[in-house]
């Protein structure tokens, strides 16, 4: 650590960047001074910016000869892991390893550095052994009350995280690290059951375009918005959501159209969204993700999840901006009804995803929060 002007500087590893977690972070971390490295991989066609670091694992040579030249780039890339205050990895499976392969780089990254944290951004074992095996939500893309939710993705998702050796690993480094940090409800409430005392909950940072909108206005027809990732339609919901899209503009051709992309860039997407009324995203989640925000920083309504306890873990008490939809085909085609016959509502919806997005996720905001968990730990013995 630095002192400049009695701020302390610090250096920080920030290891992954899915949906620009880590990006944005980066982005209010250096713009309060602190020296700030993201290590991460592209995910594939979505080419996600903001990596200073880029390591990828190839696809198009033989599967052996890409593990023998990913590990060989992992091992140059971890000597360079030296010497910082922080490290904050997205996730405890955060190269493209096996579990039983990721110990010994965790375990440097350890010795090397002051202080690790890890996220809970995503599903770990920690998170599908509540959803599994205690049924902690009331629904998500792995099981809807009683019944569990077969598709090949979800299903691979399950062996890998808790029947591999990513199981023994996951625990070791949720056990080991110094704090766990959720980003979502749904990730608060797994890890609240099993590490309470280092878990804290900060939300999604969202870099809020400069330009937001003036007015809020809606034209004759009600313009929707899905984007589509082929091998994450299961997880996220997007067939159903997408058909019940589809068929309310064949109901109602007069009142509503619909614009779909599917598997492009990320600096595509978000300028493909532009001009939408509001976004189709995450049919099971409780809470907003980055894609949603994404949208909403724009004034465009998020219909997806916004459940009581997304408001509640925030402490937010007025703005209800979300169209929050249960996860069924109908719940989807009676709320996209009811916006497109009730068009009035609509500029007060945008207006307040803007809004809400400024008070909660704004990037300089979590930054500070992530600052302040970063100095709690830094200043701890031992």
């Not at 250096?11 to 490295?37: C, D, Q, W």
């Not at 004034?299 to 402490?315: F, S």
């Not at 916006?339 to 509502?345: F, N, Q, S």
Request: some cysteine; proline content about 5%; charged content about 25%.
């Amino acid at each position: 650590m630095l002192y400049v002007n009695k701020i302390t500087i610090m250096k920080i590893l920030l290891f992954g960047n899915p949906s620009m977690y880590h990006a944005y972070l980066a982005k209010g971390l250096r713009e309060m001074g602190h020296e700030v490295t993201v290590i991460g991989h592209g995910f594939a066609w979505r080419k996600f910016p903001g990596i200073d670091i880029m390591l990828e694992r190839r696809q198009d040579i033989n599967p052996k000869l890409a593990f023998v030249e990913y590990m060989w780039q992992a091992l140059k890339v971890l000597r360079k892991c030296k010497g910082y205050d922080i490290v904050q990895l997205h996730h405890p499976m955060f190269l493209q390893l096996r579990g039983s392969h990721m110990k010994p780089f965790y375990k440097y990254l350890r010795r090397h550095n002051k202080r690790v944290v890890m996220c809970a951004v995503g599903y770990d074992y920690h998170v599908l052994d509540q959803i599994y095996n205690h049924n902690i939500l009331r629904y998500s893309e792995q099981r809807i009350g009683d019944n569990i939710i077969h598709a090949p993705y979800i299903e691979q998702t399950r062996e890998t995280y808790l029947k591999s050796s990513c199981a023994p690993y996951s625990r070791y480094v949720a056990q080991d690290a110094d704090a766990i940090v959720a980003c979502l409800y749904e990730y608060w409430a797994c890890y609240n059951k099993v590490y309470p005392e280092k878990l804290h909950y900060i939300p999604m940072q969202m870099v809020i375009p400069e330009a937001s909108p003036i007015e809020y206005k809606v034209g004759d027809k009600v313009k929707f918005f899905i984007g589509i990732q082929r091998d994450r339609t299961a997880i996220k919901g997007t067939g159903i959501m997408l058909r019940a899209a589809e068929d309310i503009v064949r109901d109602y051709p007069d009142l509503a159209e619909l614009h779909k992309v599917e598997d492009v860039p990320y600096s595509e997407y978000i300028k493909k969204m532009d001009g939408s009324d509001a976004i189709l995203d995450q049919l099971y989640s409780y809470t907003p993700s980055m894609n949603s925000l994404l949208a909403m920083s724009k004034g465009i309504i998020d219909i997806g999840g916004g459940e009581p306890e997304c408001y509640e873990i925030l402490g937010e008490k007025e703005l209800r901006p979300i169209i929050n939809v249960e996860p069924t085909y109908e719940s989807v085609y009676n709320n996209l009804k009811e916006m497109i016959l009730h068009k009035e509502r609509i500029p007060e919806m945008k207006r307040q995803s803007v809004e809400f997005v400024k008070k909660h996720h704004d990037y300089r905001k979590v930054a500070k929060q992530f600052v302040s968990l970063y100095d709690s730990l830094l200043s701890q013995n031992g």
